[in-house]
Every structure is written in structure tokens, then in C-alpha cells.
């Protein structure tokens, strides 16, 4: 199977249809609820990663 690639035109296709769905004045609320999303996944990873950073430290370590 051929890997997923995705060039220049592609790219400017799925812009155009984009567009041509939403219109102009949507785009700007999408893209601020993408980064507001973005901004929420990356505060619970760094959160769950920072939870998982404070049990190791309180769990004593076994020496074999």
C-alpha cells in the first residue's frame, strides 16, 4: 500500500472546498476553536504527564 502523501494541490483543493463550504467570515471562528482545542489537549497531557511525574516520586523504589 502507498504512503499517504500530500502535496501542493491537494492542499489548495481542500482550502478552496473549505471556503466554498464555511465562507470568509467562519473560517476566523474555526480556526480560534481549533486553537482553543489544541490549547486543551496540551494542558491535560502536560497535566496527566505531571500527575504520572509526582507518583513515581512518591512510590518508593525497590532495590533487587
Known sequence: MLPLVIGHWEIIAIVVVILL?????????????????VKSFKEGVNEVEKEIEDSSKDTPE???
Do not use: Q
Open 62 to 64: 525497590t532495590k533487587e
Open 21 to 37: 463550504l464555511f465562507g470568509g467570515k467562519k473560517i476566523p471562528e474555526l480556526m480560534k476553536g481549533l486553537g482553543k482545542g
